[in-house]
């Protein structure tokens, strides 16, 4: 007979059920409340806030004259004016009021080399830095990386130099536009490598010695694998290298030669702004015809941005 103490068999509790989980990183929980409803309220009302003075600059660029001069925009909603004068004045008006067609020619004759220009280099030196060996490979790098951080009005007097010389003449008499493309893409090279760096750099070894042990060069395996490969972050730079070439001032302004026939059309803005002030109605328009090529550009892209963004950045 036992006559020792009763054991007493307590209930197993599952901690998980006492107590609600906890993410584990700082990133799972910044991620769990975004993804919440109160996060996506807060979003919708950022991009709300965010595209509004566009919306009302949209509004204002078909309004009167008389209008936009009396009244704010968000009137239109109670008395709707509609009329295209804006745009007629500025796009084909006289050389004091407009002439804005000419000029955007000007723009896409501009960004279009100096987009495709720097991207090709790019692309072409991010694939060398990276599975290509030479010497100096390294310190090469290191100087590319460097020139980021050069600020870039340091080079325009040295530039200006150069394409003022008279052995630069004849090229800018045949191709006017060439001091510009070479200023842009020379301007945009270091970010532009270093990001595709990153981006190749991610691309795994294995799959470069598979192409090489069945016979394919440099550029074989440029053309069919890291190209396709490349395409978000490619897409990236392309967003990048347009938005800003697009609305440059300062290199349009000191490189264009001070010639209606070069000058972009940021710079006929300015000319507007300066002289003629008071003309909102012409501004409005003007500012409209000047960015709705870089937002079709972005969100014709803007799938392969996030991606592009994040090339070199995270591992696995």
């Known amino acids: 007979m036992s006559t020792g ?170 191709v006017p536009y060439m001091s510009l493309w070479l200023a842009h893409t020379a301007f945009a090279l270091p970010l532009a490598i270093f990001l595709l760096h990153n981006f190749i750099s991610e691309v795994p070894g294995e799959l470069i010695e598979a192409a090489r042990v069945d016979g394919a060069g440099h550029v074989t395996i440029f053309r069919r694998i890291m190209l396709p490969l490349l395409v978000p972050a490619i897409a990236s730079i392309v967003i990048f290298q347009f938005i800003w070439v697009w609305n440059d001032l300062l290199v349009g302004l000191i490189f264009a030669g001070g010639t209606d026939d070069v000058a972009p059309i940021t710079v006929r803005l300015a000319e507007l702004a300066g002289s003629r002030g008071n003309e909102w109605q012409r501004l409005t328009a003007g500012a409209f015809v000047s960015f709705v090529l870089p937002l079709v550009v972005f969100l014709s892209l803007q799938r392969y941005f996030v991606r592009g963004l994040l090339a070199g950045s995270v591992k696995g």
């Open 5 to 174: 103490t009763p054991v007493t068999t307590l209930p197993v509790v599952d901690p998980s059920k006492t107590r609600p989980e906890r993410p584990r990183t700082l990133a799972a929980a910044a991620k769990k409340s975004l993804a919440s409803r109160t996060g996506s309220a807060i979003a919708v009302v950022i991009a709300l806030l965010w595209t509004l003075p566009t919306f009302g600059l949209f509004l204002s660029s078909f309004r009167p004259e008389q209008s936009i001069k009396t009244t704010g925009w968000w009137t239109f909603f109670r008395n709707p004016e509609v009329t295209l004068d804006n745009y007629q004045e500025v796009l084909f008006g006289s050389s004091s009021n407009g002439q804005l067609a000419g000029f955007f020619v000007n723009s896409l004759m501009i960004v279009i080399p100096s987009v495709i220009l720097p991207v090709t280099l790019a692309t072409l030196a991010a694939y060398a830095f990276s599975w290509m060996t030479f010497r100096g490979r390294d310190w090469l790098f290191i100087v590319v990386f460097a020139l980021q951080i050069v600020p870039l009005q340091m080079a325009l007097i040295p530039l200006l130099r150069i394409f003022s010389s008279d052995a630069f003449d004849p090229v800018l008499e045949y």
